[in-house]
Structure formats: structure tokens, C-alpha cells
């Protein structure tokens, strides 16, 4: 009777613990076609949320303070990580020297015709290309990718296939949501790739991950 007691008790207590977004959820059996990904941020929201990574609870980061909001649901692929690795591959496609990893989990921005209005939240996302992103030397790919089964865009295998201008609004967020209106650019976006190039990138962040974690 006292161990079914403790079981049960056990149960009740682990029932009250969420897996850490980052660490605590894996990146999926299908990865790199197919990967799990975490949404904090989606087109409705004017503040931007991030992951707290110590806690893994989902925090105000700041509130955006200008007029670009970000176009489609973006968060980050769970049990990836930006260092040694991603700053190295960046390196050889683009020639720079110098860039380090950002030190994040790997961003990714996910297109759906569906109108999701919050994060903190998991779906399954098809990456079809990317932008090489380099902010201050820092190498802080986006990955962007569609809904799996989305009626509109689960069609679509590789970014090239995009019309225009759904690729030139992606770009456009990335290049303007860090700049003040007294100018500046942070951020740079050297290189537009593909499907395979983006497997390769978050192949090399999971890399990243179990080195350092």
C-alpha cells in the first residue's frame, strides 16, 4: 500500500514539471527533413518574446519599439546550438574570417497560412532554405521552413520555389528589426540557400549542441 502510495505521489509531482524547451524536447526522428520547433514569437504579438534558457520559461525580451513586425512564426529547433561549428561553416561558404557563433539555439521562422495567436508552443516544421545572417561578426542563421501539412505551403521543398515576394519580406524583417530610425545597420544577409545547405547548417548546430552540452 505505502509504494503504490509513493507512486502515485511521484506521478502527481512529476505531472507539475514541463520539459525545458530547449534541452528537455528532442529535435524530432525525422531531422534534418522534418524538425521539431518551439515558437516564441508569432505576427500577432508587439513585444518580442524570448526563451529564458536558465529557467526555460518564455520572457519579454523587449518590446518592439518600431513598426516591422515579424511575418510568420518564428522561434528556434530544440537541442541546437550556434558555436564553433556554425561560425566555421560560415566561414568557408562566405570567406569571412573572424565570426563566432551567436551562442543561441538556431532561429527559424515557419510559414503557415493558419493564424496562430500565441507562442509557447510546439509544431513540426519542413526547412526549404535559409539566410546567413551575420550580426556584429556573429554567425545567427535563420532557418526558414513551412508547416508540415499546411494547406498552402506544405507544398513548397525549397525556398528557391517562394515567390519573390514572400522572400524579400522574410529579408526585410531580418535587415530592419535591430535598426533605429537615427540608421545603422546591425545586420548583414550575405547568402540566400537552399533545402540541402539548410540540413547542413542544423546537422552542424546539433554538432554544436552535443559539444557543448
Not at 496562430?116 to 509544431?123: A, F, K, R, S, T
Not at 528589426?177 to 546591425?186: D, L
Request: charged share 20%.
Amino acid at each position: 500500500m505505502n509504494c503504490l502510495l509513493k507512486t502515485a505521489n511521484f506521478n502527481a509531482m512529476s505531472n507539475q514539471f514541463i520539459a525545458h524547451p530547449w534541452h528537455g524536447i528532442s529535435i524530432g526522428p525525422n531531422a534534418p527533413q522534418v524538425v521539431t520547433t518551439y515558437i516564441e514569437i508569432t505576427p500577432s504579438d508587439t513585444v518580442k518574446y524570448e526563451i529564458d534558457k536558465a529557467s526555460g520559461i518564455l520572457k519579454v525580451d523587449r518590446p518592439q519599439l518600431y513598426s516591422n513586425v515579424v511575418p510568420a512564426l518564428y522561434g528556434f529547433i530544440p537541442q541546437t546550438y550556434c558555436h564553433d561549428e556554425i561560425a566555421a561553416w560560415c566561414m568557408v561558404k562566405t570567406g569571412l574570417t573572424g565570426i563566432k557563433g551567436d551562442g543561441d539555439p538556431l532561429d527559424i521562422l515557419v510559414l503557415t497560412e493558419h493564424r496562430i495567436e500565441h507562442g509557447n508552443i510546439l509544431v513540426q516544421a519542413k526547412p526549404i532554405g535559409g539566410f546567413r545572417m551575420i550580426d556584429k561578426n556573429e554567425a545567427d542563421d535563420k532557418i526558414i521552413a513551412v508547416l508540415q501539412q499546411d494547406g498552402m505551403y506544405a507544398h513548397y521543398e525549397d525556398l528557391a520555389q517562394l515567390p519573390e515576394g514572400i522572400i524579400n519580406r522574410l529579408k526585410h524583417y531580418f535587415l530592419t528589426y535591430k535598426r533605429s530610425p537615427e540608421g545603422g545597420q546591425p545586420v548583414e544577409i550575405p547568402q540566400v540557400y537552399g533545402r540541402e545547405e539548410a540540413w547542413e547548417v542544423i546537422k552542424a548546430s546539433q554538432k554544436d549542441y552535443l559539444n557543448h552540452f
